[in-house]
């Protein structure tokens, strides 16, 4: 299975507080997981990626958890801004640089 | 330093017709993938381009096409435009020598419109 199950579909968040997305995923074959933020008109800005040899990864208020066991991995944005509105996909591929696998995506709405 | 460059900007072609796409990678960059992205989903993979070579491709049928220059500039091609093909069509570069390093940067896209 090539799949990348992203939830929710879209998210509404208060100014200063925190914004989940979830993924999951069936091919164990996949080893590098990145997220990409997308503004209307623009084409997906890469954010932040993990690999499965790490649980966590944090860049500045974006962190990513993954779960290798669960297949599953997770967007976190702590301190959410008006300017985080956006659309975030997550991703997967068998190794960085080859054919990348997006889930649906995730229309993230951060109100003031 | 330029990032990925991609031309036109918008496009409308009738169905039936044909289009090229152009991409020019990040300074540095070797390695050209393409993407359609439908109005609200996901990217999808067409095909990734590396010295001038077509290394992989997507569940896409033979109707696009693609090209790769040696200054690792490339094109895609469509041929007999559906309606189906209305999308953004994404451009990510990216470097093989960057090794684990080798993430994918994107251009703005072309916007086609088959009428």
């Known amino acids: 299975q090539q799949q990348v199950k992203q939830s929710p579909q879209s998210l509404i968040v208060q100014k200063g507080g925190i914004s989940i997305i979830n993924c999951a995923y069936e091919n164990t074959a996949f080893d590098y997981f990145p997220w990409y933020q997308q503004f209307p008109g623009k084409g997906p800005a890469l954010l932040i990626a993990i690999r499965p040899d790490v649980s966590e990864k944090k860049e500045g208020r974006f962190t990513i958890s993954f779960n290798k066991s669960a297949k599953q991995f997770s967007l976190h944005i702590m301190d959410s801004q008006p300017g985080d509105s956006a659309t975030y996909f997550c991703a997967a591929s068998n190794q960085a640089g080859t054919a990348l696998i997006f889930g649906k995506g995730t229309t993230l709405s951060v109100s003031s | 330093d330029a990032g990925v460059t991609q031309s036109p900007t918008h496009l409308i072609k009738t169905r039936g017709q044909q289009v090229t796409l152009r991409c020019s990678p990040k300074?540095?960059?070797?390695?050209v993938s393409w993407y359609q992205q439908a109005l609200g989903q996901g990217p999808q993979f067409i095909f990734q381009?590396?010295?001038?070579?077509?290394?992989q491709r997507g569940n896409f049928p033979d109707r696009f096409s693609g090209h790769q220059f040696p200054n690792y500039s490339s094109e895609l091609n469509v041929n007999a435009l559906l309606l189906g093909d209305s999308a953004l069509y994404l451009c990510?570069?990216?470097?093989?020598?960057?090794?684990?390093?080798?993430?994918?940067?994107f251009g703005p896209g072309t916007r086609l419109t088959v009428l």
């Open positions: 990510a570069s990216s470097s093989i020598l960057a090794g684990e390093g080798n993430e994918q940067f």
């Open positions: 300074s540095g960059h070797d390695t």
């Open positions: 381009y590396y010295e001038e070579e077509e290394r």
